[in-house]
Each structure stands twice: as C-alpha cells, then as structure tokens.
C-alpha cells in the first residue's frame, strides 16, 4: 500500500504572496463588501445614481434626462405634480438640444 503522507522535508507549494492574497486580502475585501452593503440602502444607492445625471464633468457626459425625472418623481414627489415632471423633460429636451450642439460643452 503506498502512503499518502507527505514528509517533513517536503516544501508546500504555497508562496507568501499566495498566502497574502487569497487568504487575507480576498477575505478582507469581502468583509468591506458585506459591510458596505449592509450600510447603505437599496434607496440611497439609487439616489446617488439618479444623481449622476446632473455630474457636468466631462461635458455632461452622465446627463441622462430620464434620470432627471426619476429622480424628480420618486424622491421629490411633493415638489413636483404631473404637468410639471411633463414640463420638465420637455426643457431638458431643449437644453440637451441646445447646450450639446455648443463647442464649450
């Protein structure tokens, strides 16, 4: 019968860069992870991508008009009735039309 042991003198194949990366740096990654999720809403983390849309950096380039009126209509609902969220896209539509056809923008 042949033994499975492995003997003393036998080197493990596992580097300490190997070591460090799977089994300290994956799990704590993990855990900031879990963390992270656990402390922001569902809600919040849709606000702050709604929100993205009005990002001018790069030449308005996250400018989503439909994110502009979700973001009106779910989390500002008192300031907003129905013709005014219609009124709303109908100025984005002509902003985006005019500012994007501006060489500065």
């Known amino acids: ?4 042991r492995h003997s003393c003198q036998q080197q493990n ?6 070591y ?4 300290i740096f994956n799990v704590v990654i993990d855990f ?3 963390e992270l999720n656990s402390r922001f809403k569902e809600e919040t983390m849709e ?3 709604l929100s993205e849309a009005l990002n001018p950096m790069n030449g ?8 502009i ?3 009106a209509k779910k989390f ?3 300031d907003f009735v129905e013709d005014e969220l219609n009124a709303l896209k109908r100025q984005l539509e002509h902003y985006k039309f005019d500012v994007f056809r501006q060489p500065q923008f």
């Not at 194949?13 to 190997?18: C, D, M, Y």
């Not at 460090?20 to 089994?23: D, P």
């Open 1 to 4: 019968m042949e033994g499975t």
């Open 13 to 18: 194949n596992i580097t300490i860069e190997h």
């Open 20 to 23: 460090y990366h799977f089994n």
């Open 32 to 34: 900031q992870l879990v």
């Open 47 to 49: 606000l702050l991508v």
């Open 60 to 67: 308005f380039k996250s400018f989503k008009i439909d994110s």
């Open 69 to 71: 009126c979700t973001l």
């Open 76 to 78: 500002y609902p008192k």
